[in-house]
């Protein structure tokens, strides 16, 4: 069975930092690109950050400048350093990794609040 574990999220005040990261476990197909997602109350999901296995990174306006996306595909393992948090970064954040064969996979969710 698949799973993707995140951990690092928490409360920090505007201004600071965090870093998340996610793990996966147990047997899929190559991963191919990894991402990193958000969810607000009563918001759609947001895609913030991809990674792919070459190595290219993409981000959200909304945090380009701010976030750092890295990871390993081959080790499936992927974070994310937020800096200069503000308290629009407050949500729910989920890593999202995707196999060769186009399966998707998510983790269950971490969550960051960022005070004023």
């Known amino acids: 069975q698949v799973q993707l574990v995140e951990s690092g999220g928490g409360l920090v005040q505007t201004g600071g930092s965090l870093r998340l990261s996610c793990v996966a476990s147990?047997?899929?197909?190559?991963?191919?690109?990894m991402q990193w997602t958000r969810q607000a109350p009563g918001m759609q999901r947001e895609l913030i950050a991809t990674?792919?296995?070459?190595?290219?990174?993409n981000y959200a306006d909304s945090v380009k400048g701010r976030f750092t996306i890295s990871g390993d595909t081959t080790k499936k393992t992927v974070d994310l350093q937020m800096n200069s948090l503000t308290p629009e970064d407050t949500a729910t954040y989920y890593c999202?990794?995707?196999?060769?064969?186009?399966?998707?996979?998510w983790g269950q969710g971490t969550q960051v609040t960022v005070s004023s």
């Open positions: 147990g047997t899929f197909f190559g991963v191919t690109t």
């Open positions: 999202k990794m995707i196999a060769n064969n186009s399966i998707a996979y």
């Open positions: 990674i792919r296995a070459s190595g290219s990174t």
